[in-house]
C-alpha cells in the first residue's frame, strides 16, 4: 500500500513539473514573432485556468512588451 501511495505522489509531482513548464512554454510565446502563436499561446493559458494565474500575474506587472502584458491580463 504504502509503494501505491508514493508512486501516486511521484506521479503527482510529475504532472506539477510538466503542467509548470508548459505554462512558462506558453507564457514565453506570448511574445512570439507569429500572431498566430500568440493567440495559441494565449489560448492554452486559458484553457489552463487557475494554475496559470500566478504567472499571468506576474507578466502583466513587468515592464516590457505591451503586447505581452495585455495577453497576460
Excluded: H, N, Y
Excluded at 506521479?11 to 510538466?18: G, I, R, T
Excluded at 492554452?44 to 491580463?73: K, N, W
Amino acid at each position: 500500500m504504502l509503494r501505491l501511495v508514493a508512486s501516486c505522489l511521484l506521479a503527482l509531482s510529475f504532472l506539477a513539473q510538466d503542467e509548470t513548464s508548459k505554462i512558462q512554454e506558453w507564457c514565453e510565446k506570448l511574445g512570439d514573432d507569429d500572431p498566430r502563436v500568440r493567440d495559441e499561446a494565449q489560448k492554452l493559458l486559458v484553457a489552463m485556468g487557475a494554475p496559470a494565474l500566478p504567472a499571468l500575474r506576474a507578466l502583466s506587472d513587468q515592464g516590457g512588451d505591451p503586447e505581452i502584458q495585455e495577453r497576460a491580463r
